[in-house]
C-alpha cells in the first residue's frame, strides 16, 4: 500500500484525467514514478505512472468507482492511496455500496456526517458531486429525486442545466435523520463499539481496529462481521492461558462456547451461524474479553 509522497521531486504538465476528462494539472513525481493532481470533483488523486496511463480504457462504471475512492478518501480527510493496476480487476470488489438503495443510504450518511443532524444545508451539482455515490451524472440525480420521494431530503430550489442540475439549501429531513439513527448501534455495548481501543501492542491494535471496522462498517455484510468474529479469535487465542491469570478460573468453557459456533473450526460439530445476532453476541464477548483482560493486566502492572 503506498501513499503520496510530495517531497520526492516532481514536476507539472497539463493533462486530462484518465476518470473524468476533465483537464488537470498533474504533477509527476519521480520516486516512486506516479502522479497526482486534485479537483473539486475528483478529490485528491494518486496515480502509478502505469495505471495513469492505462485508466482510460477502463468502463465508464469503473472508472465512477476510482473517482468515488478518490472523493470520498478526500472528503473523509485521508491522503490518497496510490492507484496502481492491479486494482484494475479488483473494482468490483471494494468497500463501497454498488447497489441503488445502498448508493441512497451513503448519501444520507454523507450529510448525517456533515451537519446533518443540524439541519446543516448544501448547494450541490450533480457532475461535480456524483462521485460522493460512486455514481454517474444521471444515478445521482435519481438518487435525489427518489430520496426527495421518501422524504429524507429537501431542497429549498433546483435549476435544471444542460451540464448538470443544481440543487440549493439540500438537507435531510427530520424523517432523514431518523432513518439513518436506526441503524446506529442500540445495544448495550455500544460505547464499547465505538471505542477506539489500544492494548499497547502495533500489531493487535491494528487487528482490533480492523476487525472494528469489518463488523461496523458503513458497508459490511453477514460475511465480513463473520471475518471480523475470527480475526478477534486469532487475537484472543495466544493469550488462552495468560486469561486463566487475570480472570481467576477456568476459560475454558468460554472458548469452548465460542468454539462451537462455526467461526474457524469447519467441523461437523460446529453449530451453522445463520443470524447476525448471533455474530453480535459472540463479537461484542471476544471484543470485551479483550478490552478487559487488557485493562486488568496493565491495572496489575502499575
Known amino acids: 500500500m503506498a501513499y503520496l509522497d510530495l517531497t520526492s521531486p516532481r514536476v507539472t504538465f497539463s493533462h486530462r484525467c484518465p476518470l473524468t476528462g476533465q ?29 495513469f496511463m492505462e485508466a482510460v480504457t477502463l468502463s465508464d462504471e469503473e472508472k465512477q468507482i476510482l473517482t468515488g475512492i478518490c472523493r470520498n478518501r478526500t472528503i473523509d480527510g485521508q491522503e490518497p492511496e496510490m492507484i496502481k493496476k492491479t486494482m484494475f480487476s479488483q473494482l468490483k470488489d ?35 458531486d456524483s462521485p460522493i455515490t460512486y455514481s454517474s451524472m444521471e444515478e445521482f440525480e435519481r438518487i435525489l ?14 435549476q435544471e442545466l444542460q451540464s448538470a442540475t443544481l440543487y440549493y439549501k439540500l438537507c435531510l429531513t427530520d424523517k432523514g435523520i431518523k432513518e439513518i439513527n436506526q441503524d446506529l448501534p442500540k445495544s448495550v455495548m455500544s460505547s464499547l463499539a465505538n471505542e477506539q481501543i489500544k492494548v499497547g501492542d502495533i500489531n493487535i491494535d491494528r487487528q482490533l481496529e480492523h476487525s472494528r471496522k469489518l463488523f461496523f462498517g458503513e458497508h459490511s455484510t453477514f460475511e465480513s462481521k463473520r471475518s471480523a468474529c475470527e480475526t478477534l479469535c486469532f487475537v484472543l487465542e495466544p493469550l488462552r492461558d495468560e486469561l486463566k491469570n487475570i480472570f481467576s478460573g477456568d476459560t475454558e468453557s468460554f472458548f469452548n462456547i465460542v468454539n462451537n459456533f462455526n467461526i474457524r473450526h469447519n467441523k ?35
Open 23 to 51: 483537464g488537470v494539472n498533474a504533477k509527476m513525481i519521480s520516486s516512486p514514478h506516479s502522479y497526482y493532481y486534485e479537483t473539486e470533483k475528483t478529490g485528491k488523486v494518486y496515480f502509478s505512472d502505469l495505471a
Open 145 to 158: 429525486k427518489v430520496l426527495k420521494k421518501r422524504e429524507y431530503i429537501d431542497y429549498e430550489n433546483i
Open 94 to 128: 471494494q468497500d463501497i455500496p454498488y447497489a441503488f438503495d445502498a448508493k441512497c443510504r451513503h448519501f444520507m450518511q454523507y450529510l448525517y456526517n456533515h451537519g446533518g443532524e443540524e439541519h446543516a444545508e448544501h448547494d450541490m451539482d450533480s457532475n461535480r
Open 268 to 302: 461437523q460439530r460446529t453449530m451453522a451461524i445463520q443470524h447476525e445476532e448471533q455474530l453480535e453476541w459472540i463479537f461484542y464477548s471476544l471484543l470485551n474479553t479483550i478490552n478487559t483482560y487488557f485493562k486488568l493486566k496493565n491495572k496489575l502492572i502499575a
